[in-house]
């Protein structure tokens, strides 16, 4: 079983539509979730942060985290074409130096 | 411009050439790291440096090398690329690895094909 599961879709919706991503894990030392877009062709670039469990808004995107759960989750709200990426979760535990563990991706198209 | 390069962006090669691809960071971080990406298995972890002449493995080591003499470089070599390291790599770098998190900061990735 891997340490992160992410659904890779590919998912497709149309624009203005509210766009939920999830991710499951199994390690209960992980305290650091990140969310991660990439564009095709483009390296990973860091979308969202949060530390422990909670959520966290930043204009139309809100990320989740539900640690009794082992659950964390992607909220975009209107969404847009430029939206269109593969959005990727990562997770850190405290003791585990720089080491991220990502999901699979979930490749997302946002269609006019 | 803060940034991580890495070079060459594309690269086709064949099984058992050795090859190097650079990567270097001008941030001054002391953290950098190498990953595979693959469909269906996401970003994995090759090596990383938590400073100069400290390298250490990560989950799929096998087949690569590193080394970190200079604190903005971070070379990964290949001394027999097989087919199955056909993939595509990135090189992220971070202000340190201590116990919160910091950015990491990737790489725009160099696809590499082994025939």
């Known amino acids: 079983q891997k340490e992160v599961e992410q659904d890779p879709g590919p998912l497709s919706v149309p624009e203005g539509a509210i766009v939920s991503l999830n991710c499951t894990y199994s390690n209960s030392a992980f305290q650091y979730f990140m969310w991660y877009r990439q564009y095709s062709r483009k390296g990973p670039e860091l979308l969202m942060y949060?530390?422990?469990?909670g959520n966290k808004e930043d204009g139309r995107f809100t990320a989740q985290v539900d640690k009794s759960s082992k659950y964390i989750s992607l909220f975009i709200r209107d969404s847009q074409p430029s939206d269109s990426a593969t959005y990727l979760c990562a997770m850190k535990a405290y003791n585990q130096g720089g080491k991220l563990i990502f999901g699979q991706g979930t490749e997302l198209s946002v269609k006019p | 411009e803060a940034q991580v390069t890495q070079n060459p962006r594309y690269l086709i090669t064949v099984t058992g050439k050795k090859l190097t691809v650079t990567c270097s960071q001008n941030?001054?971080?002391?953290?950098m790291s190498w990953y595979r990406q693959d469909p269906g298995l996401g970003l994995r972890q090759i090596y990383y440096?938590?400073?100069?002449?400290?390298?250490d493995k990560g989950d799929v080591p096998e087949g690569y090398k590193v080394s970190r003499k200079e604190k903005r470089n971070f070379p990964l070599i290949l001394e027999s690329p097989s087919p199955n390291q056909t993939s595509l790599y990135f090189c992220?770098?971070?202000?340190?690895?201590?116990?919160?998190?910091?950015?990491?900061?990737f790489g725009p990735g160099t696809r590499l094909t082994v025939l």
């Open positions: 992220a770098s971070s202000l340190n690895s201590g116990g919160t998190y910091n950015e990491q900061f």
């Open positions: 440096s938590m400073n100069v002449e400290v390298t």
């Open positions: 941030m001054n971080h002391e953290y």
């Open positions: 949060t530390y422990s469990s």
